[in-house]
């Protein structure tokens, strides 16, 4: 483990966001964002502890365990002394609840939908960006981004940023499906065979989001504008179709290894995805497109947690992961775009022509995952909230 016309996040709604609990849910909706605290800013950053413990999202740390020329890790230790421990996480909801519960993390790779939440939660601390002299070289279009940044003070650095996909399997389809009604409404594929059971969906509430795409094209009366900012009218509409699909689902995935190993041995045949699982199945016939209702996506922040037990290593290595080498690599095992430009030039990994591929002009196309809130407008509760997301999402999962 991503976006959003998350550009229309509007800075006002930042002082409402979510507080984070530490339940398994990611948080409530109520509580508020307090005016940050720079006074304790480190003014330097001093020799590394040793150790760098981070929660991320599969394939996003890589110490070339996985295949030898996909490491930027070793070369970090190697150069700090910090040896990088990385704690996988499925989903945004299992990102908080890890730094909510635990001191031993020093870091995390907070997509929209968490990051607001975690710095509403106190579990995440301003970081000084004149310690981490790369963040000037970040794309304007992720500078000062409302999604880690509150009042003008920063609460991380990006990392990446990227699209969800719609994976299928091309001895299915030998043309791509062109709508995400391909996994939300009852169908026979064009092997004549129905969808029951062949299809996946993505093991997280945010998910709605991508049916409420899905419902914004087909039901165009209803008036759906943003996919995170539902009415109870277009929101009972989204979840009619969520629920009505759970029969079809084979399963939903959360675990990047088991959607491959679905695809290649279950006979899955279409699922949200990521372009990381596309690349995993590089040799198979699988393929992905974005559908005509457009996508969801993420932009993710690397984040600096309150109590951190290792803040130094931490800050060497938000330095390290701006490199142009490293952002270069990352956009290619992953399939994203590098939050820094100069890494779509020269990278032999992601080559001239990546940054292209993976989406680098399609960021105003994006919709990027935020957390839904009650006030989604900052004029007074006219929205479904995203714990009211969670249970219902939950329900639907176990049948009912």
């Not at 930027?72 to 730094?99: I, P």
């Not at 969800?164 to 009852?186: H, R």
């Not at 299809?199 to 989001?209: C, E, F, L, V």
């Not at 699982?277 to 005509?292: A, M």
Request: charged share 20%; aromatic share 10%.
């Amino acid at each position: 483990m991503k976006h959003y016309r998350l550009l229309a996040v509007l800075v006002a709604v930042l002082g409402l966001l979510i507080a984070a609990c530490g339940d398994d849910s990611g948080g409530d909706d109520g509580g508020s964002t307090a005016t940050p605290d720079t006074a304790d800013l480190p003014t330097e950053v001093g020799e590394g502890e040793g150790a760098l413990n981070i929660v991320a999202w599969a394939g996003y740390i890589e110490d070339g365990s996985t295949e030898a020329d996909i490491d930027w890790v070793t070369a970090f230790e190697d150069e700090t002394g910090c040896q990088v421990e990385a704690t996988t996480a499925g989903t945004s909801d299992e990102m908080v609840s890890l730094m909510t519960n635990s001191d031993d993390y020093d870091l995390v790779t907070a997509s929209g939908d968490a990051s607001l939440r975690l710095i509403a939660g106190e579990t995440v601390q301003p970081v000084n960006l004149d310690l981490i002299p790369s963040y000037s070289t970040v794309d304007e279009r992720l500078q000062g981004a409302p999604w880690y940044t509150i009042e003008d003070v920063a609460y991380g650095v990006p990392y990446t940023w990227g699209a969800d996909v719609l994976m299928y399997n091309t001895d299915v389809f030998p043309e791509p499906p062109t709508s995400w009604g391909t996994i939300y409404s009852e169908q026979d594929f064009p092997d004549g065979e129905s969808n029951s059971g062949r299809i996946q969906q993505y093991d997280g509430p945010i998910s709605i989001a991508t049916a409420a795409l899905y419902v914004k094209a087909t039901q165009p009366e209803l008036g759906i504008e943003d996919p995170y900012a539902l009415n109870q009218e277009q929101y009972d509409a989204v979840i009619e179709v969520v629920r009505d699909s759970q029969p079809l689902v084979q399963r939903y995935w959360h675990d990047v290894v088991v959607q491959t190993e679905d695809f290649t041995t279950e006979g899955t045949a279409a699922s949200s995805s990521w372009p990381y699982q596309v690349n995993l199945l590089v040799d198979e016939p699988v393929s992905s497109v974005i559908p005509e209702e457009g996508t969801t996506g993420w932009a993710d922040t690397t984040m600096l947690a309150t109590n951190a037990p290792h803040p130094n290593c931490a800050y060497l290595w938000m330095e390290h992961s701006l490199d142009p080498t490293v952002q270069g690599d990352v956009a290619y095992w992953f399939g994203s775009v590098p939050a820094v430009p100069a890494a779509c030039e020269g990278n032999v990994l992601l080559t001239d022509d990546g940054c292209t591929t993976n989406g680098f002009d399609n960021f105003d196309q994006v919709a990027f995952w935020k957390t839904p809130e009650a006030d989604c407008f900052g004029d007074g509760g006219e929205c479904v909230p995203y714990s009211q997301w969670t249970e219902d999402y939950l329900a639907i999962q176990g049948g009912n």
